[in-house]
């Protein structure tokens, strides 16, 4: 069974950093694409970015700059280091197993994406 679980949300000040983690078990994680969605109150689940088993990355624009995906595959762990956060950065943030091991064109949709967790969130207060 695959359990795919975010930690490290909370409220910070805009300007400020956090650090979410995804633990992801029950599947090939070396070998899957991952992604990170978020969604704020009101509107639609939004990809934020996109890591390949080869470490290729993809951020959506408004996040470039800004947020590094990263994974350590001997810890089936799931990274996004979020720096110079604002306020319009607050949302539920979801981390999301891929199909296939690239992330591909459609990477940001989510049905590019099989396995999900519950969601952490993130508070960004101006």
């Known amino acids: 069974q695959v359990q795919v679980v975010e930690s490290g949300g909370g409220l910070v000040q805009a300007g400020g950093s956090l650090r979410l983690s995804c633990t992801a078990s029950?599947?090939?994680?070396?070998?899957?694409?991952m992604g990170w969605f978020r969604q704020a109150p009101g509107k639609e689940r939004e990809g934020v970015s996109c890591?390949?088993?080869?470490?290729?990355?993809y951020y959506t624009d408004s996040v470039k700059g800004r947020f590094t995906i990263s994974r350590d595959n001997a810890k089936n762990t799931l990274y996004l280091q979020m720096n110079s956060l604002k306020p319009e950065d607050t949302a539920i943030y979801y981390c999301?197993?891929?199909?296939?091991?690239?992330?591909?064109?459609?990477?940001?949709?989510?049905?590019?994406?099989?396995?999900w967790g519950q969601g952490t969130q993130v508070t960004v207060s101006s």
């Open positions: 029950g599947l090939s994680f070396a070998l899957s694409s």
């Open positions: 890591i390949s088993w080869k470490d290729y990355t």
């Open positions: 999301a197993a891929g199909r296939f091991d690239y992330c591909p064109g459609s990477w940001s949709q989510s049905f590019e994406y099989n396995y």
